[in-house]
């Protein structure tokens, strides 16, 4: 089974400090996604990458950057953490070249920023 | 902007009802249809998933119909269960790649 894990399951920060989200998949997966889910308006794409080292913009990029330093990590950081990035974030890996290659989520990491 | 858009946001079914969730596109480069499914405190997973080329797909309890001309497709989950009580979200994607375009959700309660 597919196992992508995120690194923290709840997380408070306040405003201005910079945060790390950690992501990790076992499966040799080429494509790694950051999502974050808010109610009402589902799951909005904010960065992806195809390769290490390559990484392309979502929906939603501002505020955001990311890091994949090696194959199986993706790493989401909010520069300057403000409160309406407090969301939930779901990390989410496929193998490439697959339109009908599902998404396989981690549990999410619930940001609160205060 | 949300290219897909989805409905209703919330539904109650009773058990042994028909839950039907809709939704609607802009874009007609979208050529794969996957439905997600979540549970409190886990990621989406997929659930299933259709091409242009057929009209309906079913797995056991769950089909999907696809109206290309309207540019809209549904989920329907028949006989509901309280197991199924989760959201649901419908997504799109282009033939380029595996980015998915999500719909905003539907959360589904099926009562005892």
């Known amino acids: 089974d597919v196992k992508v894990t995120q690194s923290s399951r709840y997380l408070v920060k306040r405003t201005g400090e910079k945060v790390f989200l950690e992501c990790v998949q076992d499966m040799d997966h080429e494509n790694m996604f950051w999502y974050r889910q808010d109610p009402g308006l589902g799951l909005r794409l904010i960065y992806f990458s195809y390769d290490v080292k390559m990484k392309e913009k979502g929906d939603i990029p501002e505020g955001y950057s990311v890091s994949r330093e090696k194959k199986e990590r993706f790493s989401l950081i909010l520069e300057s953490a403000s409160t309406n990035q407090t969301s939930m974030y779901l990390c989410?890996?496929?193998?490439?070249?697959?339109?009908?290659?599902?998404?396989?989520f981690g549990n999410g990491t619930r940001l609160t920023v205060t | 902007q949300q290219q897909v858009k989805q409905s209703p946001q919330s539904l109650i079914v009773q058990k042994g009802g028909i839950s039907i969730i809709n939704c609607a596109y802009e874009n007609t480069a979208f050529d794969y249809f996957p439905w997600y499914q979540q549970f409190p405190g886990k990621g989406p997973a997929l659930l299933i998933a259709?091409?242009?080329?057929?009209s309906e797909k079913k797995e056991g309890r769950f089909t999907i119909s696809f109206n290309k001309s309207a540019k809209q497709f549904s989920l329907h989950i028949m006989d509901s269960q309280p197991g199924d009580s989760a959201t649901y979200f419908c997504a799109a994607t282009e033939p380029s790649g595996s980015r998915l375009t999500f719909g905003e959700g539907t959360q589904l309660t099926v009562n005892p």
């Open positions: 989410a890996s496929s193998f490439p070249g697959q339109v009908n290659s599902p998404l396989h």
């Open positions: 259709i091409r242009p080329d057929v």
